[in-house]
């Protein structure tokens, strides 16, 4: 109770101009427009100027499977999972307008969350599969969603089995096609 008095004196005694704190909302609003109008821009160039994954898989499941066995050897996946460039230069330029977080948030800011989500994942897939022998026993899919020139194949669930025992993934969110090949795009908890 005397928090709850402490906080309404403090926001008693405290001036506040609303009209000024109004005007620094806007101010600042209009930078983070700004912003991502900037990002939006550059994403404009790359999706008329395509590029194609450094490395990339024949298949989606090979592209899960290469995936996780990179995992297994690493705790983290280099070259069977999108860099940051390719992110940057192939995926946003295209999924740019699916209505994703991508389309309101500065590139500073959305990165920050997607390397937290991909932390986790792969914090956790390391844990199921590290030095560990595994193998794809199914892998079931949902319908195919085109973005721009990618094709996206989202795994709703994948099952494995080490040791003699199976175990379900949900890690991997989404592997993504360009002409030269399969690639897993997104991860997250």
């Given amino acids: ?86 992110k940057l230069t192939i995926i946003f330029p295209n999924i740019k307008g699916a209505g994703t977080l991508l389309d309101t948030t500065p590139l500073t800011e959305y990165r920050k969350v997607l390397e937290s989500r991909e932390e986790i994942a792969f914090a956790d897939l390391s844990k199921l599969l590290s030095g560990k022998t595994f193998k794809i026993e199914s892998i079931d899919w949902e319908k195919p969603r085109i973005y721009g020139n990618l094709r996206g194949y989202k795994p709703s669930n994948i099952k494995i089995k080490i040791m003699g025992k199976s175990f379900s993934i949900h890690q991997i969110k989404m592997v993504f096609q360009t002409t030269s090949g399969y690639k897993v795009g997104v991860v997250g908890p």
Avoid: G
């Fill in 1 to 86: 109770m005397r928090f709850l008095y402490l906080i309404l004196l403090l926001l008693l005694t405290t001036s506040c101009d609303r009209d000024n704190w109004r005007d620094q909302m806007e101010e600042e609003n209009k930078k983070v427009i700004l912003r991502v109008e900037q990002d939006h821009k550059q994403f404009d160039f790359y999706r008329l100027n395509p590029k194609e994954w450094s490395v990339a898989s024949k298949t989606k499941e090979l592209a899960i499977e290469n995936f996780l066995y990179e995992v297994s050897k690493n705790s983290k996946a280099t070259s069977f999972y999108v860099s940051w460039e390719e």
